[in-house]
């Protein structure tokens, strides 16, 4: 069995975020307002299934998946587009890869001791979040 991700985890860092919506072609309030969020992940995760929730005082985004199962994802309150989205299982990491009208966009999950690591890429620009999980 992968790791285990279940669980709520609390940013502690969030590097180049701003570059990543910028190539998303997120307009400039909402960035400015974006950066500075406390963005807090409440994922359940029940062998290969997996409920996510990213909470914010600005916007929630909430997505369901199966590891190896493509679905179709709109990324309602982020970028707002239609996106065939796929992850999979890549040893103890998650990988994702979201098909659309962007290049080269999607997300890594890793684990290291008690913090969740997120790399989210869109064209060449890559974001480092990082997340402490909550006692």
Same mark, same amino acid.
């Given at each position: 069995?992968?790791?285990?991700?279940?669980?709520?985890?609390?940013?502690?860092?969030?590097?180049?975020? /701003?570059?990543?919506?910028?190539?998303?072609? +997120?307009?400039?309030?909402?960035?400015? +307002?974006?950066?500075?969020? *406390? %963005?807090?992940?409440?994922?359940?995760? #029940? &062998?290969?299934?997996?409920?996510?929730?990213?909470?914010?005082?600005?916007?929630?985004?909430?997505? #369901?998946?199966?590891? &190896?199962?493509?679905? !179709?994802?709109?990324?309602?309150?982020?970028?707002?587009?239609?996106?065939?989205?796929?992850?999979?299982?890549? &040893?103890?990491?998650?990988?994702?890869? %979201?098909?659309?009208?962007?290049?080269?966009?999607?997300?890594? *999950?890793? +684990? /290291?001791? !008690?913090?969740?690591?997120?790399? +989210? *890429?869109?064209?060449?620009?890559?974001?480092? %979040?990082?997340?402490?999980?909550?006692?």
């Amino acid at each position: 069995m992968p790791a285990d991700y279940s669980g709520r985890w609390e940013m502690v860092s969030n590097d180049n975020f /701003e570059d990543v919506m910028k190539a998303l072609d +997120i307009d400039f309030a909402t960035r400015k +307002i974006a950066v500075h969020l *406390h %963005q807090t992940k409440v994922i359940v995760q #029940n &062998g290969d299934k997996f409920e996510t929730k990213t909470l914010s005082t600005f916007r929630n985004y909430e997505v #369901n998946f199966t590891v &190896g199962e493509e679905f !179709d994802e709109y990324t309602k309150g982020l970028d707002n587009r239609n996106v065939k989205t796929l992850v999979t299982w890549d &040893g103890d990491k998650l990988v994702c890869v %979201q098909k659309g009208e962007k290049e080269n966009r999607g997300w890594r *999950h890793w +684990i /290291e001791g !008690d913090l969740l690591h997120l790399e +989210i *890429h869109v064209l060449d620009k890559v974001c480092h %979040q990082v997340f402490k999980k909550a006692k």
